[in-house]
């Protein structure tokens, strides 16, 4: 768990700010949004082949 603690010279949103970036570093909210529905094995497949297949046609095409 990311934790941040305030110094006596900071305000709090310089505090909040160092917490949020600590978090999207730590990936926290990525793999809650990944966590928050229940993803069957071949949706969780066919999820990776479909990225795999976008991105292997922006490196052939870009």
């Known amino acids: 768990m990311s934790e941040v603690i305030i110094h ?3 305000n709090f949103e ?5 917490f949020k ?5 730590a990936g926290i909210l990525s793999d809650l949004r990944k966590h928050r529905h229940y993803e069957k ?3 969780r497949r066919k999820r990776k082949m ?8 922006r490196t052939r095409h870009g």
Request: overall charge positive; some cysteine; charged content about 60%.
């Open 14 to 18: 310089r505090a909040l700010k160092r």
């Open 8 to 10: 006596e010279d900071e």
């Open 41 to 43: 094995p071949s949706e």
């Open 50 to 57: 479909n990225a795999a297949v976008r991105k292997n046609r």
């Open 21 to 25: 970036k600590k978090c999207e570093k």
